[in-house]
T-cell receptor, first 113, second 114 residues
Framework: SQTIHQWPATLVQPVGSPLSLECTVE??????LYWYRQAAGRGLQLLFY??????ISSEVPQNLSASRPQDRQFILSSKKLLLSDSGFYLC????????????FGPGTRLTVL | AQKVTQAQTEISVVEKEDVTLDCVYE???????LFWYKQPPSGELVFLIR??????QNEISGRYSWNFQKSTSSFNFTITASQVVDSAVYFC???????????FGSGTQLTVLP
């Protein structure tokens, strides 16, 4: 069966510090991968998606970036965090671009102080 | 552009009551897919159901049922005999080829009181 992992589970970072969130998927090959942000407990916003290694599409301009160094690894990064980057970050995978359901990881709660 | 509206921000019911969560969607595509997800307090989104635009049959899964009506662009979710464990935020979502991304509604916070 497929499993999706995210770490860390929680993170508190000062403004201006770097960020690296990691997501890995087990039990499937060549998944489509997604990063979402959920602010204030509602409303999921798609940040990035990837259909393959090194292929990243950005949906929202921001100071975040994403990378996919391996087939089942997806990383969300920032060089300098802003207060507005606080939120709940969810990684998800699917077998295709979106016609089929997406499966979500446990999420990372980021607080920027 | 596509849009999903969940007009009910919060709903509170007493255990064993039935509750319906509303979802209205907008899309210009004739082929599209509708989803419901549950987000318990732990935060992880749990997939509940997927429905394509050509299948208007209602679906029942245990205490859960879904009513898809293309005529009113609605995909409502009913929980029968609610339980405290049903307390969560429920999201309706839409995918269509023209938008090429999953669009979520703002969610409905359901609280089931003992």
């Amino acid at each position: 069966s497929q499993t999706i992992h995210q770490w860390p589970a929680t993170l508190v970072q000062p403004v201006g510090s770097p960020l690296s969130l990691e997501c890995t998927v087990e039990g499937t090959s060549n998944p489509n991968l997604y990063w979402y942000r959920q602010a204030a407990g509602r409303g999921l916003q798609l940040l990035f998606y990837s259909v393959g290694i090194g292929q990243i599409s950005s949906e929202v301009p921001q100071n975040l970036s994403a990378s996919r160094p391996q087939d089942r690894q997806f990383i969300l990064s920032s060089k300098k965090l802003l207060l507005s980057d606080s939120g709940f970050y969810l990684c998800a995978w699917s077998t295709d671009r979106g016609y089929n359901e997406q499966f979500f990881g446990p999420g990372t709660r980021l607080t920027v102080l | 552009a596509q849009k999903v509206t969940q007009a009910q921000t919060e709903i509170s019911v007493v255990e064993k009551e039935d509750v319906t969560l509303d979802c209205v969607y907008e899309t210009r595509d004739t082929t599209y897919y509708l989803f419901w997800y549950k987000q318990p307090p732990s935060g992880e989104l749990v997939f509940l159901i997927r429905r394509n635009s050509f299948d208007e049959q209602n679906e029942i899964s245990g205490r859960y049922s879904w009513n898809f009506q293309k005529s009113t662009s609605s995909f409502n979710f009913t929980i029968t005999a609610s339980q405290v464990v049903d307390s969560a935020v429920y999201f309706c979502a839409l995918y269509s080829g023209s938008a090429r991304q999953l669009t979520f509604g703002s969610g409905t916070q359901l609280t089931v009181l003992p």
